[in-house]
């Protein structure tokens, strides 16, 4: 399964962006998917992470509120919807997918298998 990250791109501070992760090949095959993100000198951290089969989700301490995760099984694809858009969200966002089944004890890296390119998000003051 291949994985592609889009929808990143340049807003302005309190604005809105949603991100996109299609899978092609098999599609989501595995169960969870989450978004990842890593800032410019900082380390990756999770932003968010649903479980495919019935939507349940977890998220970051410091986007809960703000973004929301979903997918659609029907098009293999899972979205970030970002809103109130802070200076500190600007980073590169990726996808992955895993087959981990709890959600809320899905926050590191080794725990996905499979990952998409990133896109950039840069949040303007």
């Known amino acids: 399964v291949q994985l592609q990250a889009s929808g990143g791109g340049l807003v302005q501070s309190g604005g809105s962006r949603r991100l996109s992760c299609s899978a092609s090949g098999r599609g989501f095959i595995n169960y969870t998917v989450a978004w990842f993100r890593q800032a410019p000198g900082k380390e990756r951290e999770l932003v968010a992470v649903?479980?495919?089969?019935?939507?349940?989700?977890s998220y970051g301490d410091s986007v809960k509120g703000r973004f929301t995760i979903s997918r659609d099984r029907a098009k293999d694809t899972a979205y970030l919807q970002m809103n109130s858009l802070k200076p500190e969200d600007t980073a590169v966002y990726y996808c992955?997918?895993?087959?981990?089944?709890?959600?809320?004890?899905?926050?590191?890296?080794?725990?996905?298998?499979?990952w998409g390119q990133g896109t950039l998000v840069t949040v303007s003051s």
């Open positions: 649903i479980r495919i089969y019935d939507g349940a989700a």
């Open positions: 992955a997918s895993g087959r981990g089944l709890i959600v809320s004890s899905l926050s590191r890296e080794e725990q996905y298998s499979h």
